[in-house]
């Protein structure tokens, strides 16, 4: 779900760090040379950079902008290749009864089997094209502030793993521990009494002789 969907999830973060000079022209190169390739890689399983948001699939930011208002606003597109394993499996069985049948041979050894199998995967992977999921990023530069349209761990790693490569600077989560360990409001002593809570460990048993 993105930024216009009608419903969405989001991930916060907070931006350690900031761009003090150049600030356009630094997210623009960021954004520029870590924008994904407009030529589909036949061998890669995985493949990411950023897109325009408002042009998905032209990563063109000389031709689209990438601000808003007070706003950075741009996507990132993740591209994964995968073969469905019962498709493998059935292109692997019909390679191994063509060899069986034109050798004139009733079994396979194992390491004919396993070449048979990463043969067959590999030509499947070159030949399946690539299904792009995107995810829109909106930053407040000035509050140190990114907004993350998923809540997808793969797709928040490659997030943090991808902002860090282009801009240099480093996203932290935020969850109720991390916006106390980073806020101003707490003294030190509050701080860590919650960051040292534990889960409550509650027994359910029998109340009044009922089950509940």
């Known amino acids: 779900m993105g930024l216009l969907s009608s419903s969405v999830s989001v991930a916060r973060y907070r931006v350690d760090g ?17 924008a994904i390739t407009t030529i589909e890689d036949e061998y890669a399983e995985i493949t990411m950079g950023w897109t325009p948001f408002e042009s998905n699939f ?34 692997i069985s019909i390679e191994v009864q ?18 048979i199998k990463e043969n067959v995967t590999d030509k499947l992977m070159r030949q399946m094209p690539s299904t792009p999921n995107i995810y ?26 991808m902002f860090t490569k282009s801009f240099k600077l480093r996203l932290i989560r935020l969850f109720p521990f991390t916006i106390i360990e980073g806020s101003e409001k707490f003294s030190d002593e509050e701080r860590d009494m919650v960051l040292n809570l534990a889960p409550a460990n509650v027994n359910r048993g029998k109340v009044m002789g009922d089950d509940i």
Do not use: C, Y
């Not at 706003?71 to 059935?90: A, E, G, N, T, Y």
């Not at 063509?98 to 004919?112: A, D, P």
């Open 18 to 34: 900031k761009i003090e000079e150049n600030v356009m022209e630094t997210i623009h190169a960021g954004l520029k040379q870590n």
């Open 58 to 91: 032209n990563p063109d930011f000389e031709k689209f902008t990438f601000t808003f208002g007070d706003f950075f606003l741009f996507s990132l597109r993740i591209d994964k290749k995968s073969v469905p394993s019962k498709i493998i499996q059935k292109h």
């Open 98 to 115: 063509r060899k069986l049948k034109e050798e004139g041979r009733q079994f396979l050894s194992k390491n004919e089997k396993t070449e």
């Open 136 to 161: 829109d990023v909106l930053w407040n530069h000035e509050a140190q502030q990114v907004l993350f349209f998923s809540t997808q761990k793969a797709a928040n790693e490659e997030l943090e793993t």
